[in-house]
């Protein structure tokens, strides 16, 4: 099974304290009192934390008592790579997946109608002309289901009134209506199957994974040539237990928010 380490160290309380002073400075407390309030540390506690992360270049002055984020922090913002860093937290869990299942395994989001591949692996990586870093549509595709399943009724409408949706195979489904009833058949059974409609003879079975709050943020698949019934019931225990994990390890993530870091 997996396993998620639960962190034992002793907090750095000095380190703990300037931290909740960034977040609190994030969320919009710009002023020594705010922050104080917000933090409910002592005014002289902000005070020196202040004129330390000022001198450091994580905090500048904007004008009288106004504080905001500083060039060193927007830097680390701007280096930081959301899409490298969810994939860096997810890829020990999908290739361990990959390798219980005997089958190529992937983690896909949501980004603007587009599937976005973060992690692929597995023994049978080129059987499938996906890669790392690509989109692809999502009507068509196992993990685009689960995804597009997960969305709000309204933004599904919207989504389902852009078409016209292209045919891939023969087994595509292309037809409004009957996109609608996969998506609503996938939330209803919590996975979503995908045979041949994206790659004639692929076979593709795709759960979801939750963020924080719970949120549906990603999917996790399995994939293999030929018809996937006889082996379902086996993948969908280790897909669940794979995207348990993985809900555990984003537990804390708000994809959005990294995917929007990573643009």
Known sequence: MWEVVQMTTPVVRSLDKALSLLSALGAGA???????????YPLATVH??????EQRGFVVRAGRGVLLAGPALLGLARRFDGHAHVASLARPVVAALAR?????????????DMVTYLVKEGRARDALFSREGMQLEAYCSALGKV??????????ARYLAGGPFVALTD???????????????????????????IDSGLACLAVPVRGAGGRVV?????????????????????LGDAAEALSARFATLDLHETAQLAQ
């Open 100 to 112: 219980r299942a005997g089958a190529l395994a992937q983690l896909g989001v949501l980004e603007g």
């Open 48 to 53: 020196r934390l202040v004129a330390t992360l």
């Open 218 to 238: 990603a999917a996790l698949s399995l994939s293999s040539r030929g018809r996937i019934r006889r082996t379902q019931e086996a993948r969908m225990l280790l």
């Open 30 to 40: 710009h002023s020594l009192p705010e922050l104080a309030r917000v933090t409910g």
């Open 147 to 156: 995804l597009l399943a997960a969305q709000p009724q309204a933004e599904r």
């Open 171 to 197: 087994r595509t489904i292309v037809d409004p209506a009957l996109l609608a009833a996969e998506f609503e058949r996938a939330a209803a059974r919590g996975f979503a199957t995908d045979e041949g409609e």
